[in-house]
């Protein structure tokens, strides 16, 4: 499907929401789940009792296993792309990029952490809630641990990425469209092509001129003949 492109100029404003967007999600995504991701890789053991995973992935991330370590450095590379994606939006490197390119994976990812923010894939808002409140019991002897990752998941990691999911769902609604090309010459070559580099400025008589030299041919032919 060929892309859209936009001959609108844009207005001051809308530049302004496009740098405002891209440099908060990137910062927002260093400052936060990278920096936790990178001291983890680094054998920190920050948060690492508090995050909101399942018992098994929790037991591992606080041993520091292998697979631990393999997956926060992958975690790290995967920051370093998204915040290069988001900046390639107000960047002029990133004009060489289709937009699409850029904004479908941003607007996935922005659906993405929100809906885990809000407690679809179990931690979230709702999720956290319901144990706080009791509706929903965990038995002993996880009763105080789920209560602990409830409270830390409910006032820390659902609103980091909560505004993390609308950081990106605002920075690629702020993506513009590309902007129309500058009408170029052809390939082909142009008027007045020289091969020697110098440019020959059109003759509209060049064509008339054969027909001028075979005139004065087949005159001073008739003249050669009458003598």
Not at 2 to 9: G, I, L, Q, Y
Not at 23 to 33: I, K, R, S, V
Not at 107 to 133: H, K
Request: glycine content about 8%; hydrophobic content about 45%; proline content about 8%.
């Amino acid at each position: 499907m060929k892309e859209v492109v936009d001959t609108r100029p844009m207005t001051p404003r809308a530049v302004s929401v496009r740098r405002w967007a891209a440099y908060a999600t990137c910062a927002w995504t260093f400052a936060g789940y990278g920096t936790l991701k990178l001291h983890w890789a680094l054998g920190g053991t920050a948060l690492t009792s508090s995050a909101p995973l399942p018992r098994s992935a929790r037991e591992e991330l606080v041993a520091q296993s292998p697979a631990a370590i393999v997956g926060h450095w992958i975690s790290v590379g995967l920051v370093v792309l998204g915040a290069l994606a988001a900046l390639a939006t107000v960047r002029p490197w990133g004009r060489v990029l289709p937009r699409r390119l850029l904004t479908v994976p941003m607007w996935i990812t922005s659906v993405l952490m929100v809906l885990r923010a809000c407690g679809a894939f179990g931690f979230g808002v709702v999720g956290d809630a319901l144990v706080l409140s009791g509706v929903q019991r965990v038995g002993p002897p996880n009763t105080e641990i789920a209560l602990h990752l409830s409270r830390v998941d409910l006032l820390l990691w659902s609103p980091y990425f909560l505004i993390w999911g609308l950081l990106w769902g605002a920075t690629a609604w702020a993506t513009p469209r590309r902007q129309a090309p500058l009408n170029r010459p052809s390939a082909s070559r142009p008027t007045g092509y020289s091969p020697t580099g110098i440019d020959v400025a059109p003759n509209p008589r060049r064509r008339s001129l054969p027909r001028l030299t075979s005139r004065s041919w087949a005159r001073s032919g008739e003249s050669s003949v009458a003598l």
